[in-house]
């Protein structure tokens, strides 16, 4: 599976962004999908994981209430929407598809080119 990540832009501290990840092939439904970001010099950071029936969803506790995640099987897309950002948000943020759960990179077999969220403060 091939995806592309959208989505990302310069936005203020506070402010809000919707990231999609567009899925192509016909076997989107067949993935767990995750989101990670990466700022410089981090390491690639979980974020939150959709199951494949959009039903379950698993966040990492820092991103709990801010973040939400979701999919939409008939036009093969993931989103991130994202609230009350911060200075330290800023990074690349990525999708990933995985046949089973997981939080670490290693475990997502396919990855999106990453979109770029900057939050100025």
């Known amino acids: 599976v091939q995806l592309q990540a959208s989505g990302g832009g310069l936005v203020q501290a506070g402010g809000s962004l919707r990231l999609s990840c567009a899925a192509s092939g016909r076997t989107f439904s067949s993935y767990v999908m995750g989101w990670f970001r990466q700022a410089p010099g981090n390491l690639r950071e979980f974020l939150a994981a959709?199951?494949?029936?959009?039903?379950?969803?698993y966040y990492a506790d820092s991103m709990k209430g801010r973040f939400t995640i979701s999919r939409d099987n008939a036009k093969n897309t993931v989103y991130l929407q994202m609230s009350s950002l911060k200075p330290e948000d800023t990074a690349i943020y990525y999708c990933a598809a995985s046949i089973g759960w997981g939080v670490r990179p290693a475990m997502y077999d396919y990855w999106g080119q990453g979109t770029q969220v900057t939050v100025s403060s």
């Open positions: 959709i199951g494949k029936n959009g039903v379950t969803t």
